[in-house]
T-cell receptor, first 110, second 114 residues
């Protein structure tokens, strides 16, 4: 299973763009890259998923370089409500194990 | 996205009793369910993986006789914490996967054993 490495914490201010990078050097060919957001005492919430290049949805963008050994979650114009822990997961495909790394605790300040 | 409903959201039980947590996929068929526990300020730790109609596969260090998992249908999985003790107090979270490429999580259950 591919192991992921993320910064433990990040600070930002309202209105800024936040980029969180995740390293996954041992990603397998069939693995997807998925990001989740978790607020205290809640289950994780799906943010975005990608396989390669760039994926964008209504809340975030996901950038994946050609070698797929890392990925970057981009949150445009964050607000206070984006303060949460963000998890990057790989090594999950078609029902395989879903293993969480340490996550990145994002703190957005006014 | 798809919805996974987990109940109860919080439960307090006496030491030595058993507690059942339910996880339902409301708008998809969950062929695979994952169960996690999470301690304060820590990440989610996978306890077991269950496929509908099969016995659950437990992670190393997780006692299968203490944490009973049943996945009898494509929309329901249950976790029963048997003979609970204070050290079993934690936040338990289920996740369902139905054949798409992402899994969906329940709201979590805060278990307190007194």
């Amino acid at each position: 299973l591919a192991k992921t490495t993320q910064p433990i914490s990040m600070d930002s201010y309202e209105g800024q763009e936040v980029n969180i990078t995740c390293s996954h050097n041992n990603i397998a060919t069939n693995d997807y890259i998925t990001w989740y957001q978790q607020f205290p005492s809640q289950g994780p919430r799906f943010i975005i998923q990608g396989y390669k290049t760039k994926v964008t949805n209504e809340v975030a963008s996901l950038f994946i370089p050609a070698d797929r050994k890392s990925s970057t979650l981009s949150l445009p114009r964050v607000s206070l409500s984006d303060t949460a822990v963000y998890y990057c997961l790989v090594g999950y495909n078609q029902g395989g194990k879903l293993i969480f790394g340490q996550g990145t605790e994002l703190s957005v300040k006014p | 996205g798809a919805v996974v409903s987990q109940h109860p959201s919080r439960v307090i039980c006496k030491s030595g009793t058993s507690v059942k947590i339910e996880c339902r996929s409301l708008d998809f068929q969950a062929t695979t369910m994952f169960w996690y526990r999470q301690f304060p300020k820590q990440s989610l730790m996978l306890m077991a993986t269950s496929n509908e109609g099969s016995k659950a596969t437990y992670e190393q260090g997780v006692e299968k006789d203490k944490f009973l998992i049943n996945h009898a249908s494509l929309t329901l999985s249950t976790l029963t914490v048997t003979s609970a003790h204070p050290e079993d107090s934690s936040f338990y979270i289920c996740s369902g996967y139905g054949g798409n490429t992402e899994a969906f999580f329940g709201q979590g259950t805060r278990l307190t054993v007194v």
